[in-house]
Structure formats: structure tokens, C-alpha cells
């Protein structure tokens, strides 16, 4: 029963999503781009957070990485926007094996630091103009537009329905990563790193490869991400929108898809909804997340491992 809930939740999302881009104006269809662009990179934060356990709040180092691979390759050597995707899903890549490698043993708020420190880092690289092709401060303009057969992807509605596409390819990954070896492995690791250890998992090869994952999606995002607004510029992935992703899977509930789209629908497209209310917005929704923590410690809609059954629960 819960699984044809789910299948029947999930038909009218989609739905909702395909008819979107006909009934909402231009600011709406670019909020609801925005939202699956940060959905995409949300659902990669819960592999490395929500689905292995380790607190890495420099996510939007690898969302930036793909960003400004296309941005540089475009603008810098002309490359077309189509060509530089591998590249933007294999630089975060092999960049979050490299920089997990080494600290991939420390845990909870050793991790969390470090991971901070590393985007940090990535900002100031990206302001002080690194051989003179981030832009600096200013970041990169006039990315051009993704082409397939002779179709550029040039209107806010073209790119939304890749934004779409990218989201559904992004849905398949993680559907498969659940009923995997991998997927497996990965929620023992979560729930106990010794006892998975003492069972026969790699647990250093499993948190590698849930970071390689999760940056290689992050990357492609920030593909995305940059070509919807044509520039990238070192604030939209600095260390305040790292917290974002990161409290988008806390807030919405780890390991769970429904979960934390609704935590990035909460964190992003309300507070679109209260713009009017300027800053006043932010002190509103900073007392919902407390009390959210408070009154949903495992989030607005948390995950369900298995069934109870029947004959065990008490009428």
C-alpha cells in the first residue's frame, strides 16, 4: 500500500513539474528552475550526509566546480557548453575523491570543520581571479547557451525542462543506489561504522565512493546552474550556501527523496513567496527550523527502513 502511495505521489509531482513551465510567469518558471537545480544538489548532499553519515557542509565546492568548468571552458577556450558536461562531472569527481581521501577517517564535527575550511578555501580561489580566468570577485559572464541537433537551449522554458531531465536522471541514480549492493552497504555504514567494519565493508571505499557521487551530481547541477543564469560568481557557492544544502537534508529528512524536496521547497521557494517581507522573512523561517528540529528531530518527512510486521503491532 505505501508503495503504490509513493508511485502515486511521485506521478503527480512529475505532473506537476511538466505543467509548471505553461502556467507560471517568467520570475515563477526561473524559482521553479532554481528549485530543481538545488533539488538536484540537495538529493547529492543526502548521499555523502543522508545516506553515509558524514557531515560535510562544503557541498557547494563541488556545485561550484562544475559551474565554472563550463563557465571557463566556454568563455576562456571556446569550448561548447554541450562538450564541457564530462568535464563538470568528472573534475568535482575525481576533486572529491582527492580531497575525501585524507580526512575520510575523522567524524562528525571534525569532518563538518574541515569540510567548511575546504569551501572556504575554493571561495577565496575563486575571488583572488586564480590564473586570471574565475573573474574574481565578479565571477564569469556570458556563458552561452547548451545546443543539441541544431535546438539551443536557450529560453527559461528550455532550460527548465533540462533542469527537468537532469532531476528524473537524478531520481533513476538514487533509486538504484537504494536497491543496490552499494545502497546496502552504505545505510549499515550510516547506522554503525564498527559494526559494518566487523561484517566485511569497506567502509573507507563506501565513503569514497559516496563522496565521488555526490560531488560528480553536484557537478552536473552546476552545470545548470550556470547556464540558467549565464554568469557564475564566487557568492553563489560560498560557505552560507553549503549550509543551505545541508539544512535542506537535515530540515526535510535524510535518506528520504520526498523529504528533501520538500525541505528544498521550504528553505528556497517559500521564502521566494515572502520576498515582500525583505529580512523579515529569514527571522520567520529561522524559528520554523527550530521548532521543526524540535518537533521533527528526523526531519519534516523522514525515511522508513523496512516494515513492522502485522501480527507484531498492537491494534
Not at 48 to 66: E, P, Q, S
Not at 193 to 207: D, P, Q
Not at 267 to 294: K, N
Request: aromatic letters at 16%; one cysteine or more; glycine letters at 10%.
Amino acid at each position: 500500500m505505501n508503495d503504490k502511495k509513493t508511485l502515486v505521489g511521485f506521478l503527480v509531482f512529475v505532473a506537476f513539474l511538466l505543467i509548471f513551465p505553461f502556467i507560471a510567469n517568467s520570475r515563477w518558471l526561473a524559482v521553479g528552475t532554481t528549485f530543481i537545480i538545488y533539488s538536484i544538489v540537495a538529493l547529492s548532499q543526502d548521499i555523502v550526509l543522508g545516506r553515509a553519515g558524514m557531515f560535510d557542509m562544503g557541498h557547494a565546492l563541488f556545485f561550484g566546480l562544475g559551474a565554472y568548468s563550463t563557465a571557463i571552458l566556454n568563455t576562456v577556450f571556446n569550448v561548447p557548453v554541450l562538450w564541457t558536461i564530462p568535464v563538470a562531472i568528472v573534475l568535482p569527481l575525481i576533486v572529491g575523491i582527492l580531497l575525501a581521501a585524507p580526512i575520510i577517517h575523522l567524524r562528525g564535527d571534525y569532518l563538518l570543520v574541515t569540510t567548511i575550511g575546504f569551501n572556504i578555501v575554493f571561495e577565496q580561489v575563486l575571488k583572488n581571479n586564480l590564473f586570471g580566468i574565475t573573474g574574481g570577485p565578479n565571477g564569469i559572464f556570458g556563458i552561452g547557451a547548451p545546443e543539441i541537433f541544431s535546438f539551443q537551449f536557450f529560453s527559461q522554458q528550455s532550460i527548465y525542462f533540462l533542469s527537468f531531465f537532469v532531476l528524473m536522471l537524478t531520481f533513476f541514480i538514487i533509486r538504484n543506489l537504494e536497491t543496490s549492493k552499494i545502497g546496502r552497504a552504505l545505510h549499515y555504514l550510516n547506522e554503525d561504522s564498527l559494526a559494518a567494519e566487523c561484517v566485511g565493508i569497506n567502509t573507507r571505499f563506501y565513503r569514497l565512493y559516496s563522496f565521488g557521487l555526490g560531488a560528480a551530481l553536484a557537478g552536473l547541477a552546476g552545470v545548470l546552474f550556470a547556464v540558467q543564469y549565464a554568469a557564475v560568481s564566487p557568492e553563489a557557492f560560498s560557505f552560507i550556501q553549503s549550509v543551505l544544502f545541508f539544512t535542506i537534508v537535515i530540515v526535510g529528512g535524510p535518506s528520504s527523496i520526498p523529504g528533501i524536496l520538500l525541505g528544498t521547497f521550504v528553505m528556497f521557494v517559500l521564502p521566494e513567496i515572502f520576498r515582500q517581507f525583505a529580512t523579515a522573512r529569514y527571522f520567520v523561517f529561522g524559528i520554523a527550523m527550530i521548532l521543526t528540529m524540535i518537533l521533527r528531530p528526523r526531519g519534516i518527512w523522514p525515511a522508513k527502513f523496512g516494515r513492522i510486521p502485522k501480527y507484531m503491532v498492537k491494534d
